[in-house]
Every structure is written in C-alpha cells, then in structure tokens.
C-alpha cells in the first residue's frame, strides 16, 4: 500500500506567539493497523502554527485513516499524536474536539432541519461545559464565513453545497 502524499506550504508558518521550532501539531512513527492490514507505516508529520498542509492521494492510500487517527476514531499500534507538544493517544475523540481538533467529511455533515444559528450552537457542545444554548457565537466564525451571518435563520439544508460545508467547518 503507498503512503499518502503530505504537500506542505509555510504560509505564516510560526504566526504570533508560537515558540521558534514548536509544532502545533506532530506525528512520529505513526502505525495504523485494521485488523492485521498495515496501513500506515511510520508516518512522521510536523505542522507548525499558521502552516497549511494539504493531504493529497489515491483512493484507499490511507489519507481518511491518518485523519481519523489524529481525531480518535482510530487507535494507532505505536507512534504518537501530538497536538501543542501534549500526547493525544490516551484522549478520546471528544476531549481531542475540545483542544481543537476537528474533521469535515465529504459529506457535509450539517443537520439539515435545524437553522445555520441551531447548526453552530450545536458545534458548541463540544466545548468544555458544553452549554451551546447558553453561549454567543464566536463573531470570528462570521469574519472566516460571513455568509452564515446573513442565513442565521435560514435551515441548513436550503444552503448551497459550499455554504453546507462553511457551516460544517
């Protein structure tokens, strides 16, 4: 089986307040196994502040088995996950969302009855506390995606497929 290919850009890499040579996030000697299928072989990534990565392959080279490693839907054999220098391995996905990992399927994962305002407060749960009805939304979410200001009250659903997956990120 190939290895996905890791395309990497240093756009802004080590942006403010990151510590020369610090990672945000960090992968070594990653081994990923279904059942007795080797599928990842000793991947090592290194992702600084700011850094943009892209994850590029054929179908079935492994790029959706990384992703579900570093999220915690999959265990990997050995290796490490780090996120900010602090070991991911022994978290679950939950707690791993809370620090700020995150994974947006092909299938732009919105509930489709429920309002883009619904949609994002929903997203809050996630946070530590876990009081989505009780918090505001972040105004930076508007700055990154503000079209999804404008449709608040619209239902995910009538968005177009571009505007599904802005209110997925």
Do not use: W
Request: aromatic share 4%; with cysteine; hydrophobic share 35%.
């Amino acid at each position: 089986m190939t290895s996905p290919n890791l395309v990497q850009t240093n756009n802004q890499a080590g942006g403010p307040g990151s510590a020369p040579g610090s990672n945000l996030l960090q992968l070594r000697g990653l081994n990923v196994y279904y059942g007795e299928s080797h599928i990842l072989r000793d991947v090592d990534l290194s992702v600084a502040p700011g850094q943009m990565v892209c994850l590029i392959g054929r179908n079935g080279v492994g790029k959706t088995t990384l992703l579900k490693t570093v999220i915690g839907l999959l265990r990997q054999r050995s290796g490490s996950v780090q996120l900010e220098g602090q070991e991911l391995s022994p978290l679950a996905p939950h707690q791993r969302a809370r620090r700020g990992i995150g994974y947006v399927p092909q299938g732009r994962e919105i509930i489709p009855q429920l309002t883009v305002r619904e949609n994002l407060l929903l997203g809050l749960e996630a946070l530590p506390g876990g009081l989505g009805q009780t918090r505001h939304i972040d105004p930076v979410v508007f700055d990154l995606f503000p079209i999804l200001e404008k449709f608040l009250n619209r239902r995910g659903g009538d968005l177009s497929g571009g505007q599904q997956q802005q209110l997925a990120i």
